[in-house]
């Protein structure tokens, strides 16, 4: 059954996973957290390759920036944010 599974889908992480990793990144504490760091940090543990695969889905998705530092939460859905975006307007 394993080589019916394509290489690039043997990592796919659950709805559970991925939103056990969004919630640990959106109320931690400090600004930017690394990934040793946050491997201690989840609940129970998850597959580097899965994570690497969230982390990658979290970025492309506009939640996360990945920096040389590390990993900080960006995502704000507030509304007048959303608006000020959208018109440009300068601060």
């Known amino acids: ?5 394509p290489k690039h889908l043997e990592h796919s992480p ?9 919630e640990i990144l959106k109320t931690m504490d400090e600004s930017v957290i690394t990934i040793p760091e946050l491997k201690q940090r989840l609940p129970r543990q998850v597959n580097h390759n899965t994570l690497i695969v969230i982390l990658g889905y979290l970025e492309e998705s506009g939640k996360i920036a990945v920096t040389l530092k590390g990993i900080t939460w960006i995502h704000n859905p ?5 608006k000020a975006i959208a018109k440009g307007l300068e601060l």
Request: proline share 5%.
């Open 1 to 5: 059954m394993q080589e019916l599974i």
């Open 14 to 22: 659950t709805l559970n996973t991925v939103l056990m990793v969004e």
């Open 78 to 82: 507030h509304p007048n944010l959303r």
